[in-house]
T-cell receptor
Framework: EAGVAQSPRYKIIEKRQSVAFWCNPI?????LYWYQQILGQGPKLLIQ????????DSQLPKDRFSAERLKGVDSTLKIQPAKLEDSAVYLC??????????????FGPGTRLTVL | DAKTTQPTSMDCAEGRAANLPCNHS???????VYWYRQIHSQGPQYIIH???NNETNEMASLIITEDRKSSTLILPHATLRDTAVYYC?????????????FGTGTRLQVTL
């Protein structure tokens, strides 16, 4: 089965520029997650979608970050404008959905963003 | 959210069992313990999860204490490919959603 796809794999931009990341989850997975992983830390959840609705975006810096999941499949995460502290790996994950006792998330390879 | 405490790093000889401990003393009765690992430059990978009973799959075994305040992930025969950061996570449910909150994990180094 195909895994979670992300692009690009690497991106280098200057501060105050904009950037967008794309994620294609595993077919049939209703839940999609975006995480930010700063070097040396564990992944931090930014936003969670259930189909095309937002379930949790409490840790998304909404003044500069936005995300959408049109038609409940692919998703894009945008940063506008970028700051130096946004340098991180952005991970996308998907899961079948929420069912009692089970929530295995499948992660993509991530996009490594460097802001200069 | 229930917090987890893990050692920062551990070493294990190849072929030996790797036992990775985790404390989660504030876990609630219906919260699951999940383990993921992250090999360098890859996304995290699911290993195993459990609620009360011990669990085993093709990758590992999970031993949860009777009071559920701690657990141990066991890799029965560690190989060099098991070198990774291992995350112990208490899954939090809220409404119809759930969330995994990653800590900094245990860096396991498997050596020859």
């Amino acid at each position: 089965e195909a895994g979670v796809a992300q692009s690009p794999r690497y991106k280098i931009i200057e501060k105050r520029q904009s950037v967008a990341f794309w994620c294609n989850p595993i077919s049939g997975h209703a839940t999609l997650y975006w995480y930010q992983q700063i070097l040396g830390q564990g992944p931090k959840l930014l936003i969670q979608f259930q189909n095309n609705g937002v379930v949790d975006d409490s840790q998304l810096p909404k003044d500069r970050f936005s995300a959408e999941r049109l038609k409940g499949v692919d998703s894009t995460l945008k940063i506008q404008p970028a700051k130096l502290e946004d340098s991180a790996v952005y991970l996308c994950a998907s899961s079948l959905g929420v069912s009692l006792g089970y929530n295995e998330q499948f992660f993509g390879p991530g996009t490594r963003l460097t802001v200069l | 959210d229930a917090k987890t405490t893990q050692p920062t790093s551990m070493d294990c000889a190849e072929g030996r069992a790797a036992n990775l401990p985790c404390n989660h003393s504030t876990i609630s009765g219906n919260e699951y313990v999940y383990w993921y690992r992250q090999i360098h430059s890859q996304g995290p990978q699911y290993i195993i999860h459990g609620l009360k009973n011990n669990e085993t799959n093709e990758m590992a075994s999970l031993i949860i204490t009777e009071d559920r305040k701690s657990s141990t992930l066991i890799l029965p025969h560690a190989t060099l490919r098991d070198t990774a950061v291992y995350y112990c996570i208490v899954r939090v449910r809220y409404g119809t959603a759930s969330k995994l909150t990653f800590g900094t994990g245990t860096r396991l180094q498997v050596t020859l």
